[in-house]
């Protein structure tokens, strides 16, 4: 990996020192410094909550190594920030060697590979006895581009070892994933804000209306405790009166030091300001939030810097010429990204175009498109060069905003000629809405102008996915034979391997499997010997959507095993692709289970909805979902389709398809028929359009009507596209009994029909190796693992684990408003029992895995779990209309968490009691005169369970006078009255 600059920058990286308004937090340090073996923690709240100010008090008294970085705008960019960790490691440890890191970037590692060395590299100095704690403060700086970096160095790091991070809002990092683990700590503005107990303690001579309107703000309770008057003011205010009282020159000198993050005397020179002597002491002294961080530097807050800054914009000329000198200072100082944030604010448009042509292609050839879609955006367009407007193109393309890209590539084309690079992106744009024979054009118009053979690769490239697409496949095989002979004249390996993963893919539809085979082995081995896996990954979906389409399943899974051990490696785009062709591989294979589950994972990795393949994967889910049988579930995941469909024919399809499935599970057929119907002049995947063909033919044979149209042209469609029938592999646990009841009898499938089962049965051998969770909840509570008992060592643990079964996926403000009922301290003691519980789950060896997955900010039970509950088994039977009366007292083993007083689970306990009484009572009323003794055993039990049951005494009292035994039914009678007595006593 290529170094993004050679930086010269002296790093940030001073403890703020202790100030007169400073207010000790001491609980929440306690808090902090009690959990030595969490790896992150987190302060996330607005400016103004004291988030560096806890995190220096803590610093200030840690024994341990302190690394503390005040981030930049710059240090966004993967190699920028390493830059910055290693500089500010090694000035603080000397001895830190960093070998492995630095072995990493000479061999060009990966954002993953130079994230585990610097872990590697921080975990030796264990063998010193030393512990670090990283701080990165205004980590909402940090662009996504970060994320992988960051995810891989904290998971890495060994025990001891901290990242400590102060940002507004969010952090790049998957913190909810690290908290299923009680791997972070998350303090938010609800935690940082001081108690009523704490803002009287530090405040107690303010008026009482005062203290309450401060709302526990600490910016505004540490400013208002110094304030000479009682009255209450916003903290911006009290920082302007404070500015006010300062004599006149100081004054005139603070707006236009608005726009540095750290003050000094020679800054302030380089801004042609010359400060008095005595300046800072000046504005200390009289109150105002600047934190010391050397002898000659000083940190205003935010919020001072948000008062200066408003005043600075009062006066439009000195804002845009001190905007224009701090950027052309920082870029002096090799920081051109905040730089660019300060010409951008000046307007000074031609200054940011220099900066972006600087940083834009290095940005590009890291693949880091967020960060370059993002520093983009502030500059109009018509100010940028046709350059960079290909450039933004194309990242607008990649990140998913295949609208705005396109837009953006045929203004430019309206200005001039188009390259052939940019005309390929294009081609991909038309072809990604399924309209390739305007993209085949496009491509051809650039064949015929583009001289440059790298411009003329990218359209060969380009155009055989066209005439793929287009069933054009020996003209296909032509371009791609075109682009293999460009990237050999180039010496380019690169695209000579997508080359022969371009001609494997044509040669799999030709059915010329040897070829393909032989090409994408090919392709592999130079993958291999380049070290390169995400076009690695890329290759591997081809691979599989060619076998997967010719029924070479074994192949198919072959390649997906592969793929996904490579998908470990977490590399953006190719992931999501592999894990969606897995998700199809398992779909195909009637895995709906594992299908889902592919799906899932692919869609967490999609951070931005509108990206290509957000909907696919979405729209697949929810299929899937649907032909699991969770219908709620699946009506709720098409309601969330439905807001993000835009109005493309493939996510209409999706729409329509989706419904149709729904309905069709639902055994409303006419409704299917009409979307089936709806969505089959849209369908851009032949096998969707087989599909529609085949679930429109059973619903007309379910409603009595001649679907014999229907199915033929269902195997017709699948004769002319020389597809096997993997297709229909997909919906079989859904129309199987279509198949055995209209199809097998059928003279012309009967053979075809016989060849699909012996295909699924060949496919569908493997056992589900999941590990088995048997809750026993009815009674005694018990947890085994295959069979292994496990110890829950709390009682709300058991109770966590019970509510995550009966109510599935749930928010934590949920569990806990549930479990601890408002209890104070409530939400400590959940994050005590979540980590109990999943300590105890993981005792097993067979589950190496998250069993607690925190996603979205739901906690669930892992779908690598095979849930048994008897709470279930008691439900089932109680559905199921040939339940006998043993089956029944054997389920219920008794009450449900008699030792749980929460609300939630007595309306459990009293909702399957109800359940079970009145199923009871109906089989002992109906056996009545067929089977008196069944009756008489049903009314006992229900007297068990309930011993007020009206109808239960009138039962038994009916069965006595049937048998003329009137004493019994007296005695009846009289039990009644005790009971009812001995339950008023």
Not at 305 to 329: P, Y
Not at 381 to 389: A, D, G, I, P, V
Not at 437 to 446: P, R
């Amino acid at each position: 990996m290529a170094r993004l600059t050679t930086s010269s920058r002296k790093p940030v990286a001073r403890i703020p020192k202790e100030l007169p308004l400073e207010l000790e937090r001491k609980a929440l340090l306690k808090q902090v410094s009690g959990l030595p073996d969490c790896r992150v923690v987190a302060l996330l709240a607005p400016s103004g909550f004291g988030k560096s100010t806890l995190l220096a008090q803590l610093a200030r008294r840690s024994k341990r190594v302190v690394a503390w970085v005040l981030l930049t705008p710059d240090d966004a960019s993967v190699l920028r920030l390493l830059e910055v960790l290693l500089e500010e490691l090694k000035r603080m440890l000397p001895s830190f060697a960093a070998q492995a890191t630095t072995a990493a970037l000479a061999a060009q590692a990966s954002a993953e590979g130079l994230g585990r060395a610097l872990a590697r590299d921080l975990n030796a100095l264990e063998e010193a006895k030393q512990t670090v704690d990283i701080v990165l403060d205004r980590t909402e700086v940090l662009s996504a581009s970060v994320s992988v970096f960051l995810e891989v160095f904290v998971e890495q790091l060994g025990e001891g070892h901290r990242v400590l991070l102060a940002g507004f809002a969010s952090s790049p990092l998957p913190l909810s994933r690290w908290a299923a683990r009680s791997d972070v700590l998350v303090f938010s503005a609800d935690q940082l804000r001081f108690s009523d107990a704490e803002t009287k303690g530090f405040a107690g001579n303010l008026e009482e209306s005062a203290l309450a309107s401060l709302d526990g703000f600490p910016a505004a309770l540490a400013l208002a405790v110094q304030q000479q008057e009682k009255t209450l003011v916003s903290p911006q205010s009290l920082i302007l009166e404070r500015v006010q009282r300062l004599p006149q020159e100081i004054q005139e000198l603070l707006p236009p030091l608005a726009v540095l993050d750290v003050w000094s005397v020679a800054v302030a020179k380089d801004l042609t300001l010359k400060l008095p002597t005595g300046f800072f002491e000046t504005v200390l002294a009289i109150g105002l939030p600047l934190m010391p961080i050397s002898t000659t530097e000083y940190r205003p807050h935010q919020l001072f810097l948000e008062v200066l800054s408003k005043e600075l914009e009062l006066d439009s000329a000195r804002h845009i010429k001190f905007r224009v000198l701090v950027g052309q200072l920082y870029l002096k100082q090799d920081k051109p990204l905040i730089a660019l944030e300060h010409f951008c604010a000046a307007r000074d448009w031609s200054a940011s175009v220099k900066v972006l042509e600087k940083v834009a292609p290095i940005f590009l050839q890291r693949h880091e498109y967020s960060l370059l879609k993002k520093i983009s955006q502030p500059v109009p367009k018509k100010y940028l060069t046709q350059q960079l407007l290909s450039m933004l193109g194309y990242t607008l393309y990649v990140t998913g905003a295949v609208a705005d890209s396109k837009s953006i590539l045929q203004e430019l084309s309206q200005e001039k000629t188009l390259s052939g690079y940019e005309k390929a992106i294009l081609a991909q744009i038309e072809a990604f809405h399924g309209r390739y024979s305007q993209a085949l054009a496009i491509v051809e118009e650039g064949l015929q102008t583009e001289n440059n053979p790298r411009f003329r690769l990218e359209l060969y490239n380009s155009g055989w996915f066209q005439l793929f697409s287009m069933g054009r496949l020996s003209e296909a095989l032509v371009y791609a034979s075109q682009g293999i002979q460009i990237a050999k004249s180039l010496d380019n390996p690169i695209h000579y391997a997508k080359g022969l993963t371009n001609i494997g893919t044509i040669y799999g539809e030709l059915k010329k499997h040897n070829e393909a085979d032989a090409a994408f082995t090919e392709a592999v081995r130079i993958y291999d010997t380049l070290g390169a896996i995400r076009p690695k990954l890329e290759m591997y979906n081809n691979w599989v959507d060619v076998a997967l389409t010719h029924g070479r399943l074994q192949v198919a899974l072959d390649c997906v095993d592969i793929g996904i051990r490579l998908v470990g490696q977490k590399h953006g785009r190719a992931s999501i692709l592999l894990l969606g062709q897995q998700g199809l591989t398992f779909y195909a294979l009637n895995k709906p289970a594992k299908a889902a589950n592919c799906f899932k994972q692919s869609l967490h990795l999609i951070k931005d909805v509108q990206f290509e393949y957000a909907f696919l994967h979405r729209s697949s889910l929810t299929q899937v979902t649907t032909l699991t049988g969770n219908l709620l579930e699946a009506e709720k995941l098409l309601a969330e389709l439905k807001l993000l469909e835009q109005g493309s024919d493939q996510n209409q399809n999706g729409i329509f398809f989706t419904e149709a499935l729904i309905a069709f599970c639902k055994k409303d057929y006419v409704v299917a028929i009409d979307f089936f119907t709806k969505a089959i002049p849209l369908n851009l995947f032949i096998w969707d359009e087989i599909r529609a063909y085949m679930f429109v033919g059973a619903c007309q044979f379910y409603l009595g009507e001649s679907s014999s149209e229907s199915i033929a042209i269902a195997f017709q469609k699948i004769d002319d596209s020389v597809q096997h029938d993997t297709p229909l592999l997909s919906d079989f646990s859904v129309l199987e009994p279509f198949y055995k009841e209209h199809l097998l009898p059928n003279p012309l499938y009967k053979t075809r029909v016989k060849n699909l089962f012996a295909l699924l049965e060949s496919v569908s051998v493997e056992r589900d190796t999941r590990p088995v969770l048997k809750v026993r909840s009815l009674g005694d509570f018990q947890v085994l693992i295959d069979d292994v008992e496990v110890d829950v060592p709390l009682s709300k643990s058991k109770e966590v684990l019970a509510f995550l079964l009966s109510q599935g996926s749930s928010l934590q403000k949920d569990l806990v408003s549930a479990v601890w009922e408002g209890a104070r301290l409530a939400t400590d003691y959940f994050r005590v029992a979540i980590r109990k519980l999943r300590l105890a789950l993981t005792s097993v060896s067979v589950v190496n895995f998250d069993p607690l997955p925190l996603e979205a900010g739901r906690y669930e039970l892992s779908e690598y779990l095979k849930i048994e509950w008897d709470v279930h088994s008691l439900e089932a039977l109680l559905r199921n209309p040939d339940s006998s009366l043993e089956q029944l007292k054997a389920a219920y083993t008794g009450e449900f968490l008699p030792f749980a007083e929460t609300d939630w689970a007595a309306q459990t306990r009293q909702r399957l009691q109800n359940l079970l009484v009145a199923r009871v009572l109906a089989m002992a009323q109906n056996a009545e005169a067929s089977e008196p003794l069944l009756a008489l055993e049903a009314y006992q039990f229900v007297l068990h369970l309930e011993p007020l049951t009206d109808e239960a005494y009138d039962g038994l009292q009916g069965l006595a006078v049937s048998r003329g035994d009137r004493f019994e039914a007296v005695f009846i009678e009289l039990q009644r009255g005790r009971e009812v007595q001995r339950l008023l006593n």
